[in-house]
């Protein structure tokens, strides 16, 4: 069993900033690309950051410049740091996990979702 567990998610005015983190536990021999996505209602999920093990890294281009994405692959662990937030941040944001099992199976795990709102 493998669980992807979000935190770091709220309000915060325009021009501020937040940090998300993702951990990754349970039957876990490695993980590959972890990412982040968001959702806004009405909307479709879309990417927002993905790094992979080899510390290659890509951005939307809307976030580009004031979103850094970053990992710590010894605690299975990603961070997306988030300055400069706009109103149209505002989303539920999801952590993706490209997950290796100890068994030896390769799948993508996803976190459960918090919630970043940005509003004066």
């Known amino acids: 069993q493998v669980q992807l567990v979000e935190s770091g998610g709220g309000l915060v005015r325009p021009g501020g900033s937040l940090r998300l983190s993702c951990a990754a536990s349970?039957?876990?021999?490695?993980?590959?690309?972890m990412g982040w996505y968001r959702q806004a209602p009405g909307k479709e999920r879309e990417l927002v950051a993905r790094?992979?093990?080899?510390?290659?890294?890509n951005y939307a281009d809307s976030v580009k410049g004031r979103f850094t994405i970053s990992r710590d692959n010894a605690k299975n662990t990603v961070y997306l740091q988030m300055n400069s937030l706009k109103p149209e941040d505002t989303a539920v944001y999801y952590c993706n996990g490209e997950v290796v099992t100890l068994s030896g199976r390769r799948m993508d795990y996803w976190g459960q979702g918090t919630q970043v709102t940005v509003s004066s």
């Open positions: 790094i992979t093990s080899g510390f290659n890294i």
């Open positions: 349970g039957s876990i021999f490695t993980v590959n690309g």
